[in-house]
């Protein structure tokens, strides 16, 4: 989603600028043009033939400098940017941007810019959590920018604390889901639910299943960056929620699930259950740890409510698809959940397939529309997937509207 982007990125004097050349490194990497402006104090800290190097653009330091074949004028450039990165972005730079200042390439290009900016900061601890700062960068949010959390740690400086420069991977992340925000799903509302469910026995032990969370997590991470409004439920996973939910649920059991999944289902437009809920529970969860007998012993089960069949009873004008995860008789088993569950379509993973289902990266999918359509998808991976998907809610909301 990257590829392509022109990404103006403005350097200043922090001792963090060397971490820049990562975050441009994986900016060429994604497909994006990338121009470089630093500041005087910038270039003390890294060289700017480090940036022309790994941006293949020379670096813009100077106003006054006759412009070579490149288009460096900064009201072209301030046009030409999708995104404004000033990262990193000292207290100094914060300030005058606050105040409108515009004594400089970096700060003349900034108020020239109609583009998103997003403004990473690095800097010694005290120097952020000085009110001024602070005041400032809450001008700059109330503004309409992005300015982003330092990280806390260890800096440069001596001192510990909130200041640290965030991994370059995680600023890309960033970018995705700002320029995300006028993509083809944007402000449809999804509830997305992920992972397996975890049903207590006693204090120590649960019944669960194989479910990583990897296919929720994707199609949350993706549907955010599409410009959706997310709201993932997720059972316990090893995941990181993606940048940019607007709802994050942690839940253990079935039924929390489906009382989180209640919650929310009537204020969104999609619901995908892509979760690997339970259909059982013990029925009497012991308080105490189960002690061990010279006999065999009984686990007694009482049904979960099925999540997914309740949504499908009540379905009104919302888009409504499922998982199927089987072993045999795939395609029938899966034709009988999309009906009895009054689905839009369902995704059938066949778990005898190498390649596919649980914990791995990549699956193989067959989707069955309620239309009676059967498309059989190759092995892809899970991302990928998680956008083939969206492509298909997105015709689902756009036949709901026509
Ligand atoms: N589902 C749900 N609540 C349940 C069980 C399943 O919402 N208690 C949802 C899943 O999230 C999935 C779909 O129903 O989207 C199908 O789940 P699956 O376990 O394959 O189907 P079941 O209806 O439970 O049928 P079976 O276990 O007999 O295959």
Redesign the pocket.
């Known amino acids: 989603m990257l590829k392509g982007k022109f990404v103006v990125l403005g350097v200043t004097g922090s001792i963090a600028a060397y971490k820049a050349v990562e975050l441009v490194r994986l900016l060429k990497k994604a497909g994006c043009e990338v121009q470089v402006i630093m500041t005087k104090s910038g270039c003390e800290f890294v060289k700017p033939l480090t940036f022309q190097v790994v941006s293949q653009n020379p670096v813009i330091i100077d106003m006054f400098k006759e412009p070579s074949r490149w288009e460096v004028e900064h009201v072209a450039l301030a046009d030409k940017a999708d995104v404004f990165l000033v990262a990193p972005a000292t207290a100094n730079i914060i300030a005058k941007m606050a105040a409108g200042i515009a004594d400089d390439m970096l700060t003349s290009t900034l108020l020239a810019t109609k583009a998103k900016i997003i403004v990473v900061p690095a800097m010694n601890v005290n120097m952020y959590e000085n009110p001024i700062t602070q005041r400032n960068i809450a001008a700059l949010k109330a503004l309409g920018i992005t300015v982003l959390d330092p990280e806390e740690g260890d800096l440069a400086c001596g001192y510990s604390g909130k200041g640290r420069f965030p991994e370059p991977t995680d600023i890309v992340e960033h970018i995705k889901v700002i320029l995300g925000k006028d993509g083809d799903l944007k402000d449809k509302r999804f509830l997305i ?1 992920a992972g397996p469910t975890r049903e207590p026995i006693d204090p120590v032990r649960f019944i669960t299943n194989h479910s990583s969370g990897k296919m929720g997590y994707a199609l949350a991470e993706k549907a955010v960056q599409r410009g959706a409004r997310v709201t993932l439920i997720s059972g316990p996973t090893n995941l990181t929620p993606p940048l940019g939910l607007e709802r994050f649920i942690r839940v253990d059991t ?1 039924e929390e ?2 009382s989180a ?1 209640m919650k929310h289902y009537a204020d969104v437009d999609v619901v ?8 059982y529970a013990p029925k009497n969860i012991k308080g105490e740890k189960i002690k061990k007998q010279d006999s065999n012993m009984t686990l007694e089960l009482k049904k ?8 499908g009873n009540k379905k009104s004008n919302q888009v409504l ?6 072993t045999n008789n795939t395609i029938v ?1 899966a034709q009988d ?1 999309l009906k ?2 009054n689905l839009d379509f ?2 059938l993973n066949d778990l005898t397939e190498a390649g596919a289902g649980f914990a791995k990266d990549t699956n193989i999918v067959t989707i069955l529309h309620s239309d009676g359509r059967i498309e059989k998808l190759p092995k892809m991976l899970k991302r990928d997937l998680a956008d083939e998907i969206l492509n298909r809610v997105l015709l689902y909301l756009q036949n709901r509207m026509s």
């Open positions: 639910t079935a699930m489906y999944v995908i259950k892509s979760a690997a809920v339970a259909d979960n409510p099925d999540i997914l069949q309740e949504l698809i499922g998982f199927a995860a089987e088993n959940k009895r569950k369902i995704v």
